[in-house]
């Protein structure tokens, strides 16, 4: 049942209610207002529930594979130091020979 | 050396190799960095525009609360001054049916305003959570970046320390090179053998 459902269901009851004579009038009133607080405090629920649907991944996770990422690219540029290093070794090499 | 040359030509065409990112994709993680940024933004927005409405429905359903308690309290007090009316024995029952209805009228007013101020929590804490979700996208992309360009840091290092413009460059120079260092060994060779087919004769 959605909250509009259950508001009519309220106001329905409580047309029922005002039919009613003194004291089963108010003491009837009295249960409604207790239900209609009851649908005030469900304003947000349809909210809440569809940000609780979203199921975020652990950051923990993604925190762990961007160190692995940057860590991997620590070394591939120590990899590109190496080649840097291995030109210098031929261009050295090539001005002896030349 | 001529055992070194070949395997040092070798290693540097794997490397040039393995570094070879395709422009379009370096300025396409670039302009990725920019779309992070608006998409921040974005979810930044809708966070606060979330919020605010989420605030604005508490106060509504408060003020309804109230509301509500006001007429019970007023509707009780006018009934409270029936009593008087009604037979001897009914009174006492009315009464306390009454006072326990206001009491838990009370008590649910009381639930109801503390499950409004959790839920507003929640979506603050979700929507805090999703923003959070998205910098961490946009670190996961930083460290891809960080990848994608490093044979731009390999061209810093060469500019710097070798004072070649670029890897291209270099390979182009390297590439201009190569024959004539090998020219060289064959020329170097073919004396040594001369040489040596002297010292034979």
């Known amino acids: 049942m959605t909250r509009e459902e259950l508001a009519a269901k309220i106001r329905a009851l409580a047309e029922v209610a005002t039919t009613l004579e003194e004291p089963d009038r108010s003491l009837k009133l009295g249960d409604i207002d207790q239900l209609e607080i009851e649908l005030a405090a469900m304003a947000l629920e349809e909210t809440r529930a569809r940000l609780e649907r979203v199921q975020l991944p652990d950051v923990e996770q993604i925190d762990a594979k961007i160190a692995a990422a940057r860590d991997a690219t620590k070394s591939h540029l120590f990899r590109v130091d190496a080649f840097n290093a291995a030109l210098g070794l031929l261009k050295t090499a090539a001005g002896i020979l030349l | ?201």
């Open chain 2, 1 to 201: 050396m001529q055992r070194l040359l070949p395997r040092m030509a070798l290693t540097l065409c794997l490397l040039l190799g393995a570094c070879g990112t395709p422009p379009e994709v370096k300025q396409l993680s670039m302009a990725q960095i920019g779309y992070f940024d608006a998409a921040i933004r974005a979810v930044e927005l809708q966070s606060e525009a979330l919020l605010l409405a989420a605030q604005q429905i508490r106060s509504q359903a408060e003020a309804r609360i109230v509301e509500i308690e006001k007429s019970s309290l007023a509707r009780n007090k006018t009934l409270a001054l029936e009593l008087s009316s009604l037979e001897g024995g009914r009174q006492e029952a009315v009464a306390e049916e009454m006072l326990s209805k206001v009491a838990r009228v009370s008590r649910t007013a009381a639930a109801a305003r503390s499950k409004l101020a959790r839920d507003v929590a929640m979506i603050e804490r979700k929507t805090q959570a999703l923003r959070g979700f998205i910098g961490k996208l946009k670190q996961v992309h930083l460290a891809l970046d960080a990848y994608l360009q490093s044979e731009q840091a390999g061209e810093r290092v060469l500019r710097d320390v070798l004072k070649q413009p670029s890897v291209q460059r270099l390979l182009t120079t390297a590439n201009e090179l190569l024959p004539r260092v090998t020219g060289t060994m064959d020329e170097i060779k073919a004396l040594i053998g001369d040489l040596n087919r002297g010292d034979e004769l």
